[in-house]
């Protein structure tokens, strides 16, 4: 296992969660036998299966398979969204089926709290290269394509989005508790997150059945990203895999604004991509959520039942600038995993679901906004409205920063290390864990993680 015995833990979530996941997961890919050269046959009808994550729309990757699927007859896709919790239940499990050999997806997706482990591990993915994707270099910021690059120089995974940040909010709740609705006078009451909070506390003294924010780990993962490209684009590790949560100033002003937001009690102590927090989303249980552009797909997919009632929720929400600037939190890669039977086909799938084209119509289904140069340089993007929040312009709100995101630095032990610092913070949030002890516990836990 690749895990390390401290988290046996995971190991033993990720087996709970298999009879779970098994149900919609492929044995071993696809489900026709490949030729010697991992190629189909001539007129050969084979399936791929493409596993994913996240909540409401995810990857947005709807509309892009059936494209797929209606110009290549004999090459259709499965299209799997396992869960909407990457570090507890995805990737564990993802974990044991690329450790047995088995299980894994033809094309899987990695969020970006994952790679630095996957890019230790050449073993379980198969060099692009060999299928000619070295050739879409071009097309993706520097930084995007060299983090699917592995520890033995050769391409492994290309990149789906980037993060870019901003604000979602309920207007109604906003309208009730008195404060203005207007994106662009919204923004304005909080130009620092001291105001943020302030404008938290004023919402929560005329409202008093709903709370402002959603729970405290949301808004922790926003000012981390923010403050880690302040901070030489680093959180948990440095660059050379050394853990810092206790040096590095990005990690303790996140957690610090953590504090501040549980000392004013304007958190409704949501986890967020749990069932409770889904449901709160749905009733308005909270007021605000930080939302990177994938986030927005998350909201709006939930509340409309992943487009079963598209006009639930309609003008309820809609999307501000957030203090401090941008940030770049989220951002995934797919890659294809050596046992996918038909490599080719599979890494053709992966090259067309990361192309502009894809990538456009996956950000017109759920805000995840492009990482390649072209589509964010496009007009669909730069103009692009979103009429469900409320007619907010996404490509003016989002597209002037995601060219510039600088990349964060995630080590190998990230993911593993986000699961149990983050603990803490729910824990502070819900009262389980006294607000005076939860720093030292954090750094505690992280160097759990590290030395295990």
Not at 44 to 67: D, M, S
Not at 287 to 301: E, F, S, Y
Not at 393 to 422: A, D, N, R, W, Y
Request: contains cysteine.
């Amino acid at each position: 296992m690749m895990i390390n015995k401290r988290h046996g833990r995971l190991a033993a979530v990720a087996v709970a969660m298999a009879a779970t996941l098994a149900a919609t997961a492929a044995c071993g890919g696809s489900d026709a036998p490949a030729t010697t050269d991992g190629t189909k046959a001539a007129d050969e009808k084979i399936t791929l299966t493409l596993q994913t994550f996240g909540g409401g729309t995810n990857f947005g990757y709807k509309a892009a398979v059936e494209k797929w699927n209606q110009e290549h007859p004999n090459v259709q896709v499965k299209y799997n969204n396992l869960t909407p919790d990457f570090e507890n239940q995805y990737w564990p499990q993802m974990l044991n089926w690329l450790q047995a050999g088995k299980g894994a997806g033809d094309v899987i997706g990695i969020d970006e709290g994952g790679m630095g482990l996957a890019k230790a591990r050449p073993q379980f993915f198969t060099d692009l290269s060999q299928y000619g994707l070295d050739s879409r270099k071009a097309d993706f910021p520097a930084w995007k394509w060299e983090n699917g690059v592995n520890t033995e120089g050769k391409l492994f995974a290309l990149g789906t989005d980037v993060g870019g940040m901003a604000v979602a909010y309920r207007k109604d709740l906003f309208k009730k508790a008195g404060l203005p609705t207007d994106r662009e006078e919204v923004a304005k009451l909080w130009s620092t997150w001291d105001d943020f909070i302030a404008t938290g506390k004023k919402f929560q003294e005329k409202v008093k059945d709903v709370k402002f924010v959603d729970g405290l780990n949301t808004w922790f993962n926003v000012v981390l990203s923010q403050e880690a490209a302040k901070n030489g684009n680093v959180s948990y590790y440095d660059k050379e895999n050394k853990l810092i949560v206790d040096t590095n100033p990005a990690v303790k002003s996140a957690f610090d604004f953590a504090s501040k937001v549980n000392e004013a009690g304007i958190s409704a102590k949501l986890r967020n991509f749990q069932d409770p927090w889904t449901a709160g989303m749905k009733k308005g249980a909270f007021a605000t959520m930080g939302a990177p552009g994938w986030m927005l797909g998350v909201i709006q997919g939930n509340i409309t039942e992943n487009g079963e009632k598209p006009d639930q929720g309609k003008g309820q929400w809609d999307v501000a600038a957030v203090p401090g600037g941008s940030g770049n939190w989220g951002g995934s890669w797919l890659a294809v995993p050596k046992q996918s039977q038909h490599p080719k086909e599979a890494a053709e799938l992966a090259s067309y679901l990361t192309s502009p084209e894809a990538q456009l119509l996956a950000f017109k289904e759920g805000g995840n906004l492009p990482s390649t140069i072209p589509a964010q340089d496009s007009p669909e993007l730069q103009g692009a409205v979103n009429d469900w929040f409320s007619g907010a312009p996404l490509g003016e709100i989002f597209g002037p920063s995601i060219k510039t995101l600088p990349p964060i630095f995630l080590g190998e032990k990230h993911s593993q290390t986000k699961t149990e610092v983050e603990n803490v913070v729910l824990g502070m949030d819900d009262g389980s864990i006294p607000a005076d002890q939860a720093w030292q516990k954090f750094i505690d836990e992280a160097k759990k993680v590290a030395e295990g």
